[in-house]
């Protein structure tokens, strides 16, 4: 029996030498050390033999159980380290591998220019009027006739204002003041509001002018506002909106629905006031309407002007935009240039 172990031993030893793979060496466990393998057969055979050879046998067959064990673990572990590091090397990242393009999309200027302004008379306590209060398609009575504008004032006229086929005095609203009107037919005062959006003008586009832009709209009406109340918000709003250092001037101005009215110039950044194409040799650009909500338009919309006042204004976004970020040509706005959007 010591002759079949150490037969048996040596044999399993001679296999454990050839294998090749971890798989190999769970068949020899198989083979030699599992239940129904050579060891434990032989195991069964202990049971007949004296005390003394049980003692004996038992012993070397342990020892070579043991030993078994041993050398397949040692001979596993050198097979995992050599697949592992074989399955390293294989699936090493290439990180020269060029990467896979995903394009960005960005914010259009035009968006982002009105966020800004939107937030910045969020702070000052106004809120954004709901859209349906500031539709793009108005009647001449929003964009006009409530604005206290006499009917044959030349902003009327088709040059200037579209009119819509089939809609009876149907526009494209040509001004964001009509939003005023319906704000104050839906609230009663305190109103403390702005209204951003697209307007429609019948203009002959340049750098310039194009015949759609985008305007900004604020009203505030309560008790006791003030001509002082408007020039404390525009400033304060100029002074967040490009910074302190930017000369900006309130001139006296005329619009049907403010009196009195003004109108605020920035100096040009295009050519630091010397005077270019795009501020027409003037050295200013002017930004925003504004003035005192005229008595008419408050009593047409049944708010008492005794006892209320207040004040509008609009402003143009793309003007804004140009001047903040030097931008010479009012049509790179619109004509999706990828180059121009890509730097915003
Ligand atoms: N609606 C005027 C325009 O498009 C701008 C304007 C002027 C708006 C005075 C106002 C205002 O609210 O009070 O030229």
């Given at each position: 029996m010591k002759t079949q172990l150490e037969n048996i031993y040596e044999s399993a030893k001679a296999d454990i030498e050839k294998a090749q793979s971890i798989s190999d060496i769970d068949e020899i466990r198989l083979k030699y050390?599992?239940?129904?393998?050579e060891f434990n057969s032989i195991k069964k055979?202990?049971?007949?033999?004296?005390d003394e050879d049980k003692r004996t046998i038992g012993a070397l067959a342990n020892q070579i159980t043991q030993d078994l064990e041993c050398l397949l673990k040692e001979k596993h572990e050198t097979f995992y380290q050599k697949e592992l590091n074989e399955k390293l090397q294989n699936d090493r990242?290439?990180?020269t591998l060029s990467g896979k393009y995903i394009p960005e999309g960005k914010v259009h200027p035009i968006t982002s220019t009105t966020n800004e302004i939107v937030s910045i008379f969020q702070n000052l306590g106004f809120s954004v009027i709901s859209p349906e209060l500031s539709?793009?398609?108005?009647t001449e009575y929003y964009n006009f006739d409530m604005l206290n504008?006499?009917?044959?004032?030349?902003?009327?006229d088709v040059q200037d204002t579209f009119y819509l086929k089939g809609?009876?005095?149907?526009?494209?609203?040509?001004?964001?003041?009509?939003a005023q009107i319906h704000v104050m037919e839906n609230q009663k005062p305190p109103i403390k509001v702005i209204a951003p959006g697209r307007v429609y003008r019948n203009e002959n586009i340049n750098s310039r002018k194009n015949n759609f832009f985008h305007q900004i709209e604020g009203l505030y009406v309560d008790k006791g506002i003030t001509f002082g109340d408007l020039k404390g918000v525009l400033n304060e709003f100029i002074r967040l909106y490009f910074g302190s250092a930017r000369p900006t001037r309130f001139r006296s101005s005329f619009f049907?629905?403010?009196?009195p009215s003004a109108e605020v110039d920035v100096q040009c950044i295009m050519c630091q006031g010397k005077g270019c194409r795009t501020c027409s040799g003037t050295g200013w650009l002017e930004v925003l309407g504004a003035g005192m909500v005229d008595v008419n338009v408050l009593n047409g919309v049944g708010i008492d002007p005794e006892i209320y006042s207040g004040f509008a204004f609009g402003m143009g976004v793309e003007r804004l935009s140009m001047l903040k970020y030097a931008i010479?040509?009012?049509r790179l706005f619109f004509n999706n240039d990828k180059r121009f959007l890509e730097q915003f």
């Open positions: 050390l599992s239940r129904k393998g055979g202990l049971k007949d033999l004296s990242i290439d990180i539709p793009e398609v108005e504008v006499p009917h044959d004032h030349p902003a009327r809609i009876p005095n149907g526009v494209l609203r040509s001004q964001t003041s009509g049907p629905f403010t009196e010479d040509d009012i």
